[in-house]
């Protein structure tokens, strides 16, 4: 995944990933997809209450490369653990990774910036 837009990913990084995917070893099926700096997300058409709670997000504009935003959607959506020490303020998306995977993990507790 690259950011698109016009702050997106240089010409010159599409094209060095565009040669690599091109050589990809072992016949591994790579593909190069954009996300917008800002994405928009309708709202749910589900006729369960619950379903329809459970699928919409609290705004429908979203900013998919923003750190904190993009924490929060993981904790709301529960895809991974929250941690059970009793670290895990609910109030700072940053906490609560102990049990995320090992990358994942790090990039947070690093404070990596996509």
């Known amino acids: ?14 094209s060095l990933l565009k040669s690599a995917a091109a050589k ?9 997809e954009r996300v917008n700096p800002t994405e928009n997300f ?4 589900a ?5 329809r709670a459970g699928l919409e997000r609290p705004k429908s504009s979203v900013k998919p ?4 935003e993009c924490l929060e959607e993981l904790h709301r ?6 941690s059970t020490r009793g670290t895990a303020k609910r109030s700072d998306a940053r906490e609560g990774v102990g049990r995320w995977p090992e990358v994942l993990r ?3 507790e ?3 910036d996509l």
Do not use: M
């Open 1 to 14: 995944l690259v950011e698109g837009g016009p702050s997106g990913a240089s010409p010159t990084l599409l």
């Open 24 to 32: 990809s070893a072992h016949g591994f099926n790579v593909r190069i």
């Open 42 to 45: 309708p709202r749910s058409t």
């Open 47 to 51: 006729v369960d209450p619950q379903a």
């Open 65 to 68: 490369w923003d750190v904190d």
């Open 77 to 82: 959506k529960a895809y991974y653990p929250r």
């Open 106 to 108: 790090a990039c947070v």
């Open 110 to 112: 690093g404070g990596a």
